[in-house]
């Protein structure tokens, strides 16, 4: 079955710091969605791609979805305390069903 | 967006029993799933909640084990059946607006542990 993989699983940063993230899927999506889970909280949506080499920004960070849609990207430049969480990426296959399949996550912790 | 209300937010379970979990939409939904989260993991889809039809499970998960309801397009619920310390774990409920709008909302969860 479909596949996401998320590397790395874990960033520890020192507040300030630039890092990316990366999202890989085993097959072709119709778009790729990243979702952010603070401590204790639940999945929250932060953006959607759907076209081939989209980019999208919000602030600080920077979301792009591969020419081939099989791959993503999230760079968050000058990391603060608030980017702290478990950012998730998470699929839909072309032509299959309305499900998302979620990668393992990648947390990240900031050192102020 | 969507307002999920998700009951109960958590719960200590004697083992054999069964626990069932509320999903409750402010409006109109097409699509409602049931995850499982264990702490630190990311999350398993157990099924999609079909309105007025059965759900549909993904591999591993029963519904003998987690019978699920959706009698309406607002509404679902997810019951956790003859409960073993193994099925302690969080447990989301998500929802979908519409086929195209495929923006995930989740709910609060449900803190589950079987003792």
């Known amino acids: 079955g479909q596949q996401v993989m998320q590397i790395p699983q874990y960033q520890h940063v020192q507040e300030g710091e630039d890092f990316t993230t990366y999202c890989n899927s085993s097959?072709?999506?119709?778009?790729i969605q990243w979702y952010k889970q603070r401590p204790g909280g639940h999945p929250v949506f932060l953006i959607q791609?759907?076209?081939?080499?989209e980019v999208k920004k919000q602030k600080r960070l920077t979301f792009q979805f591969g020419e081939a849609k099989k791959n993503s990207s999230l760079h968050i430049t000058a990391t603060q305390t608030t980017d702290v969480g478990t950012y998730f990426c998470a699929g839909k296959t072309q032509g299959g069903s309305e499900k998302l399949v979620f990668g393992k996550g990648m947390k990240l912790t900031v050192n102020p | 967006s969507a307002v999920i209300s998700q009951k109960p937010s958590r719960d200590i379970c004697q083992r054999g029993t069964s626990l069932t979990i509320q999903c409750q939409v402010d409006?109109?939904?097409?699509?409602m799933f049931w995850y499982r989260q264990q702490p630190g993991q990311s999350l398993t889809l157990i099924a999609t909640?079909?309105?007025?039809?059965?759900?549909?499970?993904e591999s591993g998960f029963v519904i003998d084990k987690f019978p699920i309801s959706r009698p309406n397009l607002t509404f679902s619920t997810l019951t956790v059946s003859n409960m073993s310390p193994e099925d302690s774990s969080i447990y989301l409920c998500s929802v979908q607006r519409t086929v195209m709008n495929t923006e995930a909302f989740f709910g609060q969860g449900t803190r589950l542990t079987v003792v």
């Open positions: 909640a079909n309105q007025g039809s059965e759900a549909t499970y």
């Open positions: 097959t072709t999506l119709s778009n």
């Open positions: 791609l759907v076209k081939s080499g």
């Open positions: 409006s109109q939904v097409t699509m």
